[in-house]
């Protein structure tokens, strides 16, 4: 059965610095997504993104963050410059076009900001 | 704006005991509804969804949900609970619209089934 895939699976980074988190969404699916999940707290959407265009973001995708989808199996995540508060786990997902309005999770990359 | 609420932070069931984890929803019009669950670190992982018709829907693992429009909810429940459902459950909200609106999630309930 097909899945996201993520990686890295942990990624420990110096505050100011730049990460990026990539995901590889399921091969058929055309919408694609970020959320984020501070330990012990509820998962909160970043981003959606569909036809190489950004489709809704939520306040806390500052200008510190961006996506992109290089090519036509990678999305990606970009932290221009980690703050503390960033530290999450951060989840990739992605949909089917259609009347299929479930998302499929990838594992997660669990982001540490020392 | 769209909400989510599971009131119950812990549910604690005994093995083979039917189980029910509570959620309830706020969006305009009608929802399209979802649980998932998290095993330890893990990803979510689909469980089942309402979009409409039947109210009682169907999901992975013996698990169903059902939906009741006047009370805004949409509770999880299985008829006889196993030690290996023990987990974190989300639900989700998604208002029925065009477009790609983000899913909104409550904060999760934490399952644990006692042998």
């Known amino acids: 059965e097909p899945e996201v895939t993520q990686t890295p699976s942990h990624q420990v980074t110096q505050m100011g610095q730049e990460v990026i988190l990539r995901c590889v969404p399921i091969s058929n699916h055309l919408y694609f997504y970020w959320y984020r999940q501070i330990l012990g707290q509820k998962v909160e959407f970043l981003v959606s993104f569909y036809n190489n265009e950004i489709s809704e973001k939520s306040e806390i995708f500052d200008d510190q963050f961006s996506v992109e989808r290089p090519d036509g199996s990678n999305f990606t995540l970009k932290i221009r410059s980690t703050k503390l508060e960033d530290s999450a786990m951060y989840f990739c997902?992605?949909?089917?076009?259609?009347?299929?309005?479930?998302?499929?999770f990838g594992p997660g990359t669990r982001l540490t900001v020392t | 704006a769209q909400s989510v609420a599971q009131p119950e932070d812990q549910v604690n069931v005994a093995e083979g005991n039917p189980l029910t984890v509570k959620c309830t929803y706020s969006v305009s019009g009608n929802p399209y509804l979802f649980w998932y669950v998290q095993y330890p670190n893990r990803g979510l992982q689909f469980l089942l969804k309402?979009?409409?018709?039947?109210?009682l829907v169907k999901g992975s693992y013996g698990f169903e949900a059902e939906f009741n429009k006047s009370q805004t909810s949409f509770h999880l429940k299985k008829p006889s609970a196993l030690v290996s459902d023990s987990a974190l459950y989300f639900c989700?909200?998604?208002?029925?619209?065009?477009?790609?609106?983000?899913?909104?999630f409550g904060k999760g309930t934490r399952l644990s089934v006692i042998a």
């Open positions: 309402y979009i409409t018709g039947d109210n």
């Open positions: 989700a909200v998604r208002a029925r619209n065009s477009g790609n609106t983000p899913l909104v």
């Open positions: 997902a992605s949909r089917r076009q259609g009347d299929s309005p479930e998302q499929y």
